[in-house]
């Protein structure tokens, strides 16, 4: 098996790696940076995510197991302790893969993918446009930017801006506003919108000053650029499940304190 260790670089993480990696060595496993077919990111989700970009364009040939050695890791279903009954786990090769839709966004040639959001926002200048769905007309909003979510990033960016939590096995897209501006000269619907994993959502309008964030990349948006489209890709994050960490402990560990 190819693999590669993607790890933070602080004191633990480094330990942790060469722990990891003397046991896959002994495993017969093959270190592979290039072309892995297993990745293990140690870290916290920021990690695992800069791991999925790295990987953006292979994804179909790679899984991830996430390893957490910080205080954070809503996605890792290891802590930095737990490398031997990783490494158990490893041997009995008694496993799920878990496949998690990306969002994607073409604007002109070029598209854009997000594992926990997209989103286009312009901080200093109002942000304008009209928001079609499937080609309909739906509302012109005004604002910071807007936010599109997959359920994966539900617990992201998404519920920072008061968006709601959804279970991961659902397949949706939430549309969230960043800041709108409703008053009563202009109102739109200020509140986050659920959309069905078909849905197109298109935005029209001028993005000057506009930044197209993905995850943690983001890039400005050319003047020139009147419209974008943004929908759930066919393309796909896999994860490897070796133990089964259900959703709302996930949801207890990370945000919930008695
Ligand atoms: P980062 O790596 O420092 O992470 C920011 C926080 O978001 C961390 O606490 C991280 O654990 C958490 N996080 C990331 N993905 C998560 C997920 N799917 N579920 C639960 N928590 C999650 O930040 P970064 O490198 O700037 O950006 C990575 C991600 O962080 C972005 O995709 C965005 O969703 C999130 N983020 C959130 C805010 C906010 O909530 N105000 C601001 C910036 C970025």
Redesign the pocket.
């Known amino acids: 098996m190819r693999y590669f260790i993607f790890s933070k670089n602080d004191k633990r993480s480094s330990e942790a790696k060469k722990i990891l990696n003397d046991n896959l060595l002994k495993l017969e496993f093959e270190e592979d940076e290039n072309n892995p077919e297993l990745v293990f990111t140690i870290g916290?989700?920021?990690?695992?995510?800069?791991a999925i970009h790295k990987y953006i364009y292979k994804l179909e040939q790679v899984s991830f197991i996430g390893i957490h050695s910080g205080k954070?890791?809503?996605?890792c279903d290891y802590t930095i302790d737990e490398i031997d009954a990783l490494v158990d786990d490893l041997k009995r090769q008694d496993y799920k893969i878990e496949k998690i839709h990306l969002l994607q966004a073409q604007v002109e040639n070029e598209i854009y993918y997000?594992?926990?959001?997209i989103r286009i926002e312009s901080p200093f200048t109002t942000f304008r446009c009209l928001i079609k769905i499937d080609n309909q007309n739906f509302e012109h909003f005004r604002g910071n930017g807007l936010n599109f979510?997959t359920t994966?990033?539900?617990?992201?960016?998404?519920?920072?801006?008061g968006g709601p939590v959804i279970e991961n096995n659902l397949e949706c897209i939430v549309m969230q506003e960043v800041a709108g501006i409703n008053h009563n000269i202009y109102h739109s619907l200020n509140s986050p919108l659920v959309l069905e994993k078909s849905h197109q959502i298109t935005l029209e309008g001028s993005f000057k000053r506009a930044v197209i964030?993905?995850?943690?990349r983001y890039h400005e948006l050319n003047d020139d650029v009147n419209s974008l489209t943004i929908l759930l890709s066919e393309r796909c994050v896999q994860f490897i499940r070796m133990r089964q960490v259900a959703y709302f402990e996930r949801l207890k560990r990370?945000f919930i304190t008695d």
Not at 44 to 50: A, E, I, S, V
Not at 114 to 117: P, R, S
């Open positions: 916290g989700d920021g990690t695992l995510l800069r954070l890791g809503f996605y997000g594992l926990n959001e979510a994966f990033g539900s617990t992201a960016y998404n519920r920072s801006l964030g993905f995850d943690h990370s």
